[in-house]
């Protein structure tokens, strides 16, 4: 594989914003196998490097020539943040409204759940996909409204990063790494001398959040990627773009969510 590939590495994954447990779980590897290659210390097979240059929207003759990727910079309206000079970027606006929204969501169920062994990162993923989703079949509303890309392992909430970064500075979330039988994984525990903030939803969004708990929050995250593998919106979207709420009043039995009439 090409020698100094491992140095371009790292740079691209902060670019992007992915932990390095993100990429390693994309490369169905463990998180200290792939810091062995950000170190140099492993060669990536040919199939990771197609993998890695997936993740990272480049072909891979780009991503073995080691050339920049355009790098989506998300930002949040209402919230100060420094310039960025890069021009080689796509920058992402947040309305603040739909931020904190996020943001009670997520704090809301790891409050009610978040202490469970099995609720890492990739089940907060789908948790948060299947309430948003889900609510907007029910409702024709949006609940949170959050944009979700298609990664191998499932949806992926593309301003989750940004916002467990602020809420980590916060510290009204802490960041541990931990074990779920043999597998790596990161939760986030919620402090629980931070009295929890919800004027942002509504009695029904709050009752729709916990049915979803009640029915998704005992799932692994195998079990709950596999059912976001065969949901409609998953399905029609191409690698790496966001999916299409539309696309909910197409779902399979299995995850509809709504009781349609007989025609």
């Known amino acids: 594989m090409v020698n100094n590939l491992h140095k371009k590495l790292k740079l691209l994954r902060e670019q992007k914003g992915f932990s390095q447990e993100q990429i390693a779980t994309e490369l169905n590897i463990s998180r200290?196998?792939?810091?062995?290659?950000?170190?140099?210390?492993?060669?990536?097979?040919?199939s990771e490097a197609k993998k890695l240059a997936g993740v990272?929207?480049?072909?891979?003759?780009?991503?073995?020539?080691g050339k920049e990727s355009v790098n989506p910079v998300i930002t949040i309206q209402g919230?100060?943040?420094?310039?960025?000079?890069?021009?080689?970027?796509?920058?992402?606006?947040?309305?603040?409204?739909?931020a904190n929204k996020f943001e009670q969501v997520l704090l809301y169920i790891l409050a009610?759940?978040?202490?469970?062994?099995?609720?890492?990162?990739?089940?907060?993923?789908?948790?948060?996909?299947?309430?948003?989703?889900?609510?907007?079949?029910?409702?024709?509303e949006q609940l949170i409204g959050a944009?979700?890309?298609?990664?191998?392992?499932?949806?992926?909430?593309?301003?989750?990063?940004?916002?467990?970064?602020?809420?980590?500075?916060?510290?009204k979330v802490e960041k541990v790494r931990s074990k779920f039988y043999?597998?790596?994984?990161t939760k986030y525990l919620v402090n629980p001398d931070i009295p929890l903030e919800l004027s942002a939803l509504s009695a029904q969004e709050l009752a729709h959040?916990?049915?979803?708990?009640?029915r998704l929050g005992d799932m692994?995250?195998?079990?709950?990627?596999?059912?976001?593998?065969?949901?409609?919106?998953w399905v029609a979207a191409t690698d790496r773009e966001p999916l299409e709420y539309e696309h909910v009043f197409y779902r399979p039995e299995e995850t509809s969510v709504r009781q349609y009439e007989e025609i």
């Open 32 to 46: 200290p196998t792939y810091m062995q290659i950000e170190k140099g210390e492993r060669e990536l097979t040919i």
């Open 112 to 140: 009610k759940i978040g202490g469970k062994p099995n609720i890492g990162q990739t089940v907060l993923y789908k948790l948060l996909y299947f309430i948003d989703f889900d609510y907007y079949e029910k409702f024709e």
């Open 79 to 98: 919230r100060k943040e420094k310039e960025r000079k890069s021009t080689n970027e796509i920058r992402i606006n947040i309305p603040q409204e739909k």
């Open 56 to 65: 990272f929207d480049m072909s891979l003759e780009d991503f073995l020539a």
């Open 182 to 185: 043999k597998y790596e994984q």
């Open 147 to 171: 944009k979700y890309m298609k990664n191998t392992n499932g949806p992926t909430p593309i301003m989750f990063a940004k916002i467990i970064d602020h809420l980590e500075k916060d510290q």
């Open 209 to 214: 959040i916990d049915w979803e708990i009640a």
């Open 220 to 233: 692994t995250a195998t079990q709950i990627s596999a059912l976001s593998h065969i949901d409609t919106p």
